[in-house]
């Protein structure tokens, strides 16, 4: 009779046994849809946040042959051999060996034009070659940059690490007079920042301490350059005597009629007449 009932509770506890067993199964067989699920929400709230990220770059593209509006002129660019560009605004142009792409600006709502250096910096070219090529003229004391003097107005990048930048080089031959006796001929130089339109820097001969410069400028001759404004100031003003109201608006600086050929201001350029402000 023991051996009976010691059977009976030897197949009741197998049978408790194998139940235990079969409920922790089942535990786990819902705790593994569970994590399956809380992973599956979690990469359904990480795309969300992608989709949330939103990039504002703008498109560059290189700039290619054609007519091109920037800062209020009309430029023009032509593709040359071994991927030089050209620059031209009237009859100023520039060359550029260098990666020159255009982009706009939809909150500006204007084209901008910029290099990328080597230091990985995109340089805007703000300044056209009119207006460097005017500064440059100013600096080096000369009246033409042409054939005649041996001038050229190249867009490159200057400078080194932090420093470098887009700039105008301008080289032209200039005479000195060695002692106020001996004339001679030597390079002169000049760098023009294109974002700001500031010489960077200049460089004459070794001797030039030496020498007399022969100002080339003519005192008389007007200056032919399209201005970016054309302004005449109607505002009452409490000065007394006559008060000149008509001003240009070139390289972002304020300059006086009396310096530029206005006649030819009114027949090649795009401002040209002034603007009443009262």
Same mark, same amino acid.
């Given at each position: 009779m023991k051996k009976v009932i010691t059977g009976i509770l030897g197949i009741i506890l197998m049978c408790g046994l194998a139940l235990a067993?079969?409920?922790?199964?089942?535990?786990?067989?819902?705790?593994?849809?569970?994590?399956t699920s809380t992973m599956a929400v979690g990469q359904q709230q990480d795309a969300p946040a992608g989709e949330g990220v939103t990039t504002t770059s703008q498109i560059q593209n290189r700039v290619k042959t054609g007519s091109y509006q920037v800062n209020g002129n009309q430029l023009m660019i032509q593709e040359k051999a071994n991927n030089r560009i050209q620059l031209r605004v009237q009859n100023i142009s520039a060359d550029c060996d260098c990666n020159l792409t255009e982009e706009f600006d939809p909150v500006q709502n204007r084209t901008k034009l910029k290099i990328t250096l080597s230091n990985g910096r995109n340089a805007e070219v703000k300044i056209m070659p009119d207006v460097a090529s005017e500064t440059a003229l100013a600096r080096l004391r000369l009246n033409?940059?042409? $054939?005649?003097?041996?001038?050229?107005?190249?867009?490159?990048?200057v400078g080194e690490g932090?420093?470098?930048?887009?700039?105008?080089?301008v080289k032209a031959r200039k005479t000195?007079?060695?002692?106020? &006796?001996f004339k001679n001929q030597e390079q002169v130089q000049t760098q023009i920042d294109?974002?700001?339109? $500031?010489?960077?820097?200049?460089?004459?001969? *070794? *001797?030039? *301490? &030496?020498?007399? $410069?022969?100002d080339e400028a003519n005192e008389n001759e007007?200056?032919?350059v399209c201005p970016e404004a054309w302004y005449d100031n109607q505002m009452p003003t409490i000065s007394e005597g006559e008060e000149i109201t008509q001003y240009l608006v070139i390289g972002g600086k304020r300059k006086e009629l009396a310096d530029y050929d206005i006649d030819w201001i009114k027949e090649n350029c795009e401002v040209n007449e002034p603007e009443i402000v009262q």
């Open positions: 067993a079969n409920g922790m199964d089942g535990q786990a067989n819902t705790i593994s849809p569970s994590s033409n940059c042409d $054939e005649s003097n041996n001038c050229s107005i190249e867009l490159k990048e932090s420093q470098t930048r887009a700039a105008y080089e000195f007079k060695i002692f106020g &006796l294109a974002e700001t339109g $500031e010489e960077i820097a200049s460089k004459r001969p *070794w *001797w030039a *301490w &030496l020498a007399s $410069e022969e007007k200056l032919m």
